[in-house]
């Protein structure tokens, strides 16, 4: 995918800020997946603009990620680009809001630093999201949350990047959410030249008492801990959940699936809808457990279950 003289110029470009043919098995939470052809890691935002566009006028796809923690890397890894955005956009501020205040959380900013800065600062909305890994900007794209919330409940504006290199603010009216999905409505007529980049995410929080805050917190935390399994590589909750009747993770227990394992991947027996790399697992293990989750669960209940984590590669 990548000529000498792609290389050449990302080499004189980033300099150390990018590796190629670098194993996506170091960069994601399941800890498997084979090597993308390129991996940059740009330091500023001007970096971030200059790579999307020369990506665009070489016809180089790219693919951009936070923590790499709702994400299954095939074994044959991936073909042109992994742009990382924890280097170039990791800030978060605040300010006076119409409704509230108005919390700026840059798109490679974690999920749990955007929660502790609330705390800290005793704004009201985020504790939703305590113990949920992964990047603002992916927290936005997949709509996270919990039973406490979601992104949604909290959200009032993006910014994107969009592929001609310009950005654009889309407040949250203009924006459409469905379960663990965030599309931008049809008006948004730049996005048909190709997918957006989210840079960024205003959040409008309300003012409340920080050790309330912080004791409200540490309860959420201890509870998910006790329900789902911690110290093995996954990714999170694996299927969405149905939108009605029982969880993703009653049905897979249901099926008698929990336990389950294939090679050196496994459904966890605290959890059954989280997927857990043993310690040698291939990304086929777990694209198997998949299969098989999917297969059955049909079989036997006539539903169709999604997977909530995003699968690429070849």
Known sequence: MLDFDSKIWLESRFKNSVRFDESMSKHTSLRVGGAADAFVM???????VDIIRWCRQKDIPCLVIGDGTN?????CGIRGIVIVLTKCLKSITRS???????????????MQALCSFAIKNGLKGMNFAIG?????????????????????????????L?????????????????????????????????????????FCLHPSDPQKLKKNAEEILKARKKRQPV?????GC?????????TAGELI??????????????????????????????????LDIIELVQKTVSKKFNINLEPEVKIVGQ
């Open 42 to 48: 740009p330091e500023k935002p001007e970096d971030l």
């Open 71 to 75: 994400l299954l890397v095939k074994d």
């Open 96 to 110: 006076m809001g119409r409704d509230g205040i108005i919390v700026t959380a840059l798109a490679g900013a974690r």
């Open 132 to 160: 949920i890994p992964g990047t603002v900007g992916g927290g936005v794209m997949m709509n996270a949350g919990t039973a406490h919330g979601s992104i949604k409940g909290v959200l009032d504006s993006i910014k994107i």
């Open 162 to 202: 969009l592929p001609a290199g310009h950005s654009k603010i889309i407040m949250r009216k203009n924006l459409n959410f469905d379960y663990r999905r965030l599309s931008l409505k049809d008006e948004v007529k730049e996005v048909n030249q190709g997918l957006p980049i989210i840079l960024g995410a205003c």
């Open 231 to 235: 110290g093995l590589p996954n990714a």
């Open 238 to 246: 694996f299927f969405k959940n149905p939108l009605l009747g029982k």
């Open 253 to 286: 227990e249901l099926a008698g699936l929990k336990g389950r394992s294939i090679g050196g991947a496994k459904i966890s027996l605290k959890h059954a809808n989280f997927i857990i790399n043993r310690g040698r697992a291939s990304s086929a293990d777990i």
